[in-house]
């Protein structure tokens, strides 16, 4: 009987560490400033570049940051210097001194909790910041946000994320020197697509398993479960709304991306950006309707729960119906009245059980034609 | 009394489905890679192609696609090629390159969960992809949406739609042969208006269906029928919000077509395409109106509950009111006290049953100013 | 008991009817073909020519088309051709042909599910439909819309009416034949105002009676009466909305009407359309207020429910809680033990009394304090 | 216990007064023809002219309308008209002849039921028309709005009031005759200024009162007052809300006045006007936190209610889960056996009362677990 | 028992005394009369002026207005105003005179109760006010609003704040005065960054103790605690809605300083308040995350309330279906017929027994089917 009234259970809990893990800024360091404010991590940064262009690839782990200078503007090689982990906010500085990188764009680098934007640089490079997506657990689904940044220069490109169990760049690194593809074919723009591509890829199989998640909760849903509660859905419903609010402003950076007079994206790279903009509002509009069919689950469970109550109710009342009258009537003839003819009937006691039963077949009747039983 | 506690029923079952049936492209699958997730289907790819003037009409099935390639620019014929399936991604990817067209165009082609889009392309022709409802249910009424695209080329039009029982275009394809009418005296852009002309009405069609269900619906809420349940309702109101969502993009894409700049559509069709767009808003007022009515009906249901509850609720009271008092006066005279003037009169019974009927009548009053019966 | 319980009523009915009246075009019909889907009617349509200017007028009833040819453009005449009923598709073919019609414009003129719109033709006239709303019923308000279209030439005006009891536009006829007003001295610009002006006077009618209705329904709201049941605010809800709906798009119609650069409305006269924009802003604000007074008493009825619910429950517990224990008291002495010293007391009998009667006052009182009495 | 059942109170009498006070315009009437639908007023129409400039100032009551014809346009003398009464339409239209003003903007001068608007005159005045509020009782608050006009010419300035108890232009006018200050020194655009900044300022009293009455209702609803109805708290959000609705559109009229291409305000003004929008844009944000505030009521009102209906419910099943068991064992020993063992023993009576003591304090322990109690 | 009844608490009590503090300007006043209407201040106004280069700083408290002259405007000297206090309208008035500020922009530094806004004046200086957020009390937290207005000239920035405990800006002042650092080296343009980082920097900090609260009041929410009312969550609400009304107009404020043609901020300061742009943006995004977070609390609290209503009205319904067929059976041998054949059985006693242990045994396995225990 206490079952429903237990705790919403722990499904609630990561959330709200999540939504509240920044420090403040320290109000007396000047702006500018780089503070790493993520979790505390062990592991060390590590650094590959990654240099190529049609006819070779080279891809070597860096050990000293002076190793990563950018390759010359005429040389025809792209280089791509893949940051694994940005708490070390010493190297991240060092090497935005390499490449003459704002100070404010650094902050942005290893500030977690950035939003994901992007800036257009005087010196000609772009920055660009988002979220990626992993799924923590997977029954209720728990997703957390890892920050990812991308530096488009002339003829490099710089990725950060933080340091995880895994490199989520690895597919990209594979299908360059798998073979000689598009991606080797183009510039860095055509890189950068490919990296944004497996960010928004990865977004498509955290739906996938909110899907799972969902299709298993309907279930329950439409089955009545008892041992579901409301804050099951509504913790979905947060995740979901946790993952738009990260997904959306991807939406705005692409379509800037695209408009033509932006010279960083070559014109036959513009498509694979289209293309990129045209998942990203397929996996909104995926969540939309996740979101609203689970609303519509919510719906139906508190309908559910309101016909459960009403059924109690009716419950209630029909005994009450019933046995009130009866109760009075074998209490009429428990009183002690010297005079009470009934009392000496011979068949007195098996008249009252008549009309005790006639009574009950007329409540009985009474709800049926009310539609209560 | 345990009707109402039933499972939702399955009505709510073919939604979800639907809602998650998308494959996750390969993560190591380099983009514009061609993957059809739509269901399984068995049958064969069927490509019609229809070539015709103000003078002539040749119609045949295609049995090589290289028999599909387009007519010489300057030759006064319109190609219509029909094709009627879209899970071999080998024969469409044939097709693109025949007419030349963007590997990221064929992705959008045979991705069955791609939003409604229309696209220009710099080699002159336009692409253009939507949904067609169909009706899977009658009762309750169950969509499934089929993925069409378009690609109007200067002088030939391509048709893609997934395998089904039937080819949607049938009627389109009768009026051409059928007689020299505007179709035939036009050109392709004309054609395009017709054929999606075919999947307005058909919307039309789906909104009569979706209509009279809402009426029987309606009846049963009106009479307050039993059997009811709301997640009927709800499954109405999600039906009608799939439509909407992908109806709805199809505004902005006949709006963008009907603007004066873009070529690829003449001046006399200009107003074919408004009237088009006019039917789109139509279909989408009336989904909206069909919403609200839902809406209402939603309210109206819940308040009938409410009514019933408080119903049940005054029942119980009335009866608990009654009978108690009755109860404590017979049961006064039920206790074994040696003194109790009241047993030894003559007519003490027959006073106690006076004062009962007192207290029943008063009761019945007392409710009755207060309108509870 | 019941009362409340009883089906809503027939008042929801007559909307449903109307939300889903169109039928759809046959999908093998060639767009523009003229298909009227209003109610059957048996009158014959009824044509009027209106012929003035300054110092002439001149009324007939049409009996041939031929005569109904519009005037030569350079003299100085206004006509004004009166088309009661649209269900004769075959007699407005052919007026649309006298008069150089757009098919697709005609198409708009039958079909009495469209929407209002304005649209400008290359060949010079601008065309304009919208609905002139008419009170069915008075208890409960229930609306219809009446399809009208106008046709503005350079010297003439086409106005087309649903065939209805009485021709709508009559007072703007008296008006021209009573003397040489605003409306004989100025061109066909300010007819087409004259008519659009009474379409909207009409609404502030509408208005006004939906406010009657609305009156006598909140003093019932307000007095708590019982058989007001909330499906009559529903309804009034979506009349509202309905009117809402359908006076709505006027609003960008008439802007865009006002707005310069447009040649067909006259300088002199502009400042008429803005007055008349202003009223059927005026009519749209009135009806927004009145759907917040509707949202309002819906929240007011609700809690009257509410209130009386609760005053229900406590009811049945103050009965509860004051009888069980004396139930159980007189239970007690009730009981057939071989020693209760009690029951042999003189004046255990009046003790009894005596303790029921201080648990009676006890609870009252606590009652009290709680204030649920 | 009926109290809370009564009606919901007068407090919302007036507000459907004022929503469908306006009457129709007659269908015969040709438009431009005035029409006063205010509250009948039998006092006569009061006509200030005051004349000024910064050596002199001049003021009288007009008698006849031929003395305010405007004064020539090169004259350095500024003109104020003040009607304070707009119910005598042939006075107003006289004055507009006088003045060339368009019969349309009289219409609106009179039609008190016009919204807020700004309108420019070709002819180079600017009419400008809102609401002066004024608070008819105090509590409940209840609102009515005053219709004011403006027309602002070269060197003239016309302000339209309703016949009310007072002028509510007399501060401006005392700040006039005192001192030669920045009304004085400017020329009519300032005065218009002053004119509408009396307006705004009271818009600020308005507030207080409302706020005040808020402050109160809020005491009561925090001490869980009994003879507190949401109707209160509906009344008080929707009063905010005719405010909002009244006050709303001055926020574009200004904006639209201080945008520089407008020759009517002088640029050393314009800050003026603008910090008169700054005050408008106060007045709102405050009407919507005063809206969140009522709103914000209601959740808690509705919340105490919940709780007590809680409270209710509990009370009773506590009543129910201790006496049931307990009249169920008195029954028992009630029961007229031959055989029943423990009728015969000794201290049997004072058993049962041992295992009802027990059953008792085993129900409430229960209860204290359940936190019910 | 009657714990949840009680008064919501004194937590809801600061805010509106917070939304009504302000007094209405004299009607009588003519506009640009300074009038300070925040609360009583006992404490002078500090004013202190500092004056830097990248080679010097003088900081020095000013006795007498006059040493606050600005500097020449060629001199290479920045001097920085730091008013701490603006209850003294007397002394506000004359440094607007000495710097030439216009009497609407001091009437706006001591309104602390408007809006934050941006204004630029012809005369070459921008005028910028906004809100310091401070936390009054911790739990429940409690916020108040500290107004804060700055003028940005050529060569000088005056920034105004009311007299608190301490002086907001000493951190900037520290940061001046410790090292040549960027503010230094920069403009006054940079110095204003700085002031307005600062107060963006404590909402930081503010956010951080709402999250602290929120983080309290989610576990107790989990918890199903008690003592939790609902108040507390609303007042949370209100607490958020109003930071994000403070903080809202930051947002269009910086965009529009940010946008290129304004000169007052160099090209190279552009960057750093595009960064505070982006942190202004971060704490809406947390502040709507909150309220998300705040809404999801308040919906899992009510499923909570509701659940235990469930269970109470079980538990009432259980012992009400036990009790009753019990009670009703010993009242039938409770009965004083004369023939009541069982009453003369041996066993008689012991069968009613059997019957009533196999009546409670059916119900309870009739309740675990339907899951009600």
Not at 243 to 265: F, G, H, K, T, V
Request: proline residues 5%; contains cysteine; negative net charge.
């Amino acid at each position: 009987m206490d079952k429903e009234e237990s705790a919403p259970g722990p499904e609630l809990r990561p959330l709200i560490q999540k939504t509240k893990r920044y420090k403040r800024r320290n109000l007396l360091t000047s702006p500018g400033t780089l503070t790493y404010i993520g979790p505390e991590i062990a592991l060390k940064t590590k650094v590959r570049r990654i240099q190529y262009n049609e006819q070779m690839i080279r891809d070597e782990a860096v050990k000293s940051l002076n190793e990563c200078a950018p390759a010359p503007v005429g040389e025809p090689i792209i280089t791509w210097l893949d940051v694994d982990g940005i708490h070390e906010t010493g190297l991240i500085e060092k090497l935005g001194k390499l490449y003459q990188l704002h100070p404010l764009l650094l902050e942005d680098v290893v500030n977690t909790e950035h939003k994901p934007k992007l800036e257009f640089y005087d010196s000609g490079h772009l920055f660009l910041t988002l979220k990626m997506l992993h799924v923590e657990s997977e029954n209720p689904v728990c997703l957390s946000a890892e920050h990812v940044s991308f530096v488009l220069g002339t003829n490099y490109v710089i990725s950060f994320q933080e340091e995880r169990n895994s490199d989520i760049f690895t597919p990209v690194l594979a299908r360059l020197e798998a073979s000689v593809g598009k991606t080797r074919r183009n510039g860095p723009d055509y890189l950068l697509f490919a990296l944004l591509d497996i960010v928004v890829d990865n977004y498509f199989l955290v739906l996938e398993k909110l899907g799972d998640n969902l299709d298993v909760t309907e279930d329950r849903v439409i089955a009545g479960s008892d041992d579901l509660s409301l804050n099951e859905l509504y913790a979905l419903k947060r995740e979901l709304s946790v993952a738009r609010r990260q997904i959306w402003p991807l939406r705005d950076m692409l379509s800037q991306l695209i408009r033509e007079e932006n010279s960083q994206i070559a014109k036959e790279v513009v498509p694979y950006y289209r293309d990129l903009y045209d998942h990203v509002m397929q996996v909104l509009d995926t969540i939309d309707s996740y979101r609203e069919l689970v609303a519509s689950l919510v719906d139906v469970h508190l309908s559910t729960i309101s016909n459960r109550m009403n059924s109690v109710m009716k419950t209630l009342t029909i005994f009450s119906a019933i046995f009130m009258p009866l109760t009075f009537i074998v209490g009429v003839y428990g009183m002690n009245f010297e005079y009470m003819p009934e009392l000496k009937m011979r068949y007195g006691y098996y008249y009252v059980w008549g009309i005790m039963a006639m009574v009950t077949v007329g409540m009985i009747f009474y709800f049926r034609t009310k539609k209560w039983m």
